[in-house]
């Protein structure tokens, strides 16, 4: 292997992945150099996430941008026994099938390693489902909102007197890509060690349910019961939480006792730092966090949120504004950690998006746009599968690749060289 090859430039991902959650996780394999070859249907038009509103145009979207950078497409129609044979062609050189579909979907389409085994014995099949393969919740559909409820996460969120609250983000969703990313790594490890693929059976409800963390174990062994806090309060360390200065609103924690004893100084109060203080510990906090907490919300309305951040950071102590989504992008630290990337599209031009947090080595990733649907066919067909002008006109007979037109952009006038020979 070249010294400057990518780190997964060895690894091949089959993706039958639709939305968010599944693309989410496969991009951040596809940016750190795996060929992720999207199999999309014809009879949908492909990934729904490419009709995402509000900002899109034909088969072109901001949604879909986000999510498939760096990937490659292809409409097969899975359903026809042609194109069937296509995808099991491709399961031969590949090393992953990857999906995102209802618990009971891949074992219905076939695309599971008891399926696929007879193919190619290294294949790991990861399965990104909704509530899982198995359960009494299988053949339902998982969404995040869902799952943000159904997992007890909106019952955390919010203000105590306030509905439910869901998460800004869709992090169920986010988080599973992640978690399905780690499986497939896993997976390959395992199958190219051992010879022999496997399935990953990952789900959405795993993943929301795993991350209650320490409320769960709080609850399972001394009966802890979660409840949404005041001003997103953490549920013991006092103070941990946002406060409302003179002009906005900023988050101020006290992790270990060093930074309470910092604070008090910060607000005036320097014997509340002190041992044998009402507030002296983490303990004492707690029991009087009321009677504490109030007192601080009127202290900190004394003076601007710049204010009291440049004291509080002088101090070490934990603290940043809660700032709007334009003011986190404009962050500094956002800009010197290069997590704002551009890649160039025929009809959006220049587009601004995030990069992967994943971090591997010092080279700096490449970034390519989004696939136009089927525009890797050639690609794909001749080079990867070898077939001749004979076999394709066969396969396009009989509906293998149902409709293959692809939704013409502008023109790829802008395009850079680089670009243009990558696709």
């Not at 097969?76 to 995808?87: I, K, N, Q």
Request: proline residues 6%; glycine residues 10%.
């Amino acid at each position: 292997m070249s010294t400057n090859a990518k780190p997964l430039s060895d690894l091949r991902i089959i993706a039958v992945e639709q939305y968010g959650a599944g693309p989410f996780g496969s991009m951040h394999l596809a940016d750190l150099g795996a060929e992720v070859i999207k199999i999309e249907d014809p009879r949908a038009g492909g990934d729904v996430g490419r009709y995402v509103p509000p900002y899109g145009e034909g088969e072109d979207s901001l949604f879909f941008e986000t999510f498939n950078r760096n990937k490659r497409s292809v409409s097969l129609d899975l359903s026809t026994p042609a194109g069937r044979s296509v995808f099991e062609e491709l399961v031969k050189v590949s090393d992953v099938v990857y999906s995102n579909l209802r618990g009971d979907v891949p074992a219905k389409i076939g695309i599971t390693y008891d399926d696929l085994k007879h193919l190619n014995p290294q294949i790991v099949c990861v399965s990104l489902t909704g509530f899982g393969m198995t359960g009494p919740r299988q053949k339902e559909p998982g969404y995040d909102y869902v799952l943000q409820g159904l997992a007890g996460w909106m019952d955390l969120t919010g203000e105590p007197d306030g509905p439910p609250t869901k998460s800004g983000l869709s992090l169920v969703d986010y988080s599973g890509g992640f978690v399905a990313a780690i499986s497939l790594l896993a997976g390959v490890h395992a199958a190219r060690r051992d010879g022999k693929g496997m399935d990953c059976d990952v789900s959405l409800y795993d993943t929301a349910i795993s991350l209650l963390t320490y409320p769960a174990t709080w609850h399972l062994n001394a009966g802890y019961e979660p409840a949404r806090t005041h001003h997103s309060a953490h549920p013991s360390l006092v103070p941990f939480q946002a406060f409302q200065a003179k002009d906005g609103w900023m988050v101020v924690g006290c992790a270990k006792e060093k930074f309470w004893q910092r604070l008090a100084v910060v607000v005036g109060r320097p014997e509340w730092g002190a041992e044998e203080s009402p507030y002296g510990n983490f303990s004492k906090r707690q029991q009087r966090s009321a009677e504490l907490l109030g007192q601080l919300e009127e202290i900190f309305l004394e003076r601007t949120v710049d204010e009291w951040l440049e004291d509080l950071y002088a101090a070490s102590i934990p603290c940043g504004p809660i700032n709007d989504v334009p003011a986190a992008l404009r962050e500094e630290h956002t800009h010197a950690r290069n997590l704002v990337v551009t890649t160039e599209h025929p009809r959006f031009g220049t587009v601004e998006q995030l990069a992967s947090p994943v971090r591997v080595g010092s080279e700096t990733p490449e970034y390519r746009r989004a696939p136009h649907r089927n525009e890797d066919m050639d690609y794909v067909a001749r080079e990867l599968l070898s077939l001749d002008d004979e076999r394709l006109a066969e396969l396009r007979s009989a509906g293998a690749f149902g409709n293959e037109h692809v939704v013409a952009a502008p023109s790829d006038e802008g395009i850079s060289e680089t670009e243009a020979a990558a696709r």
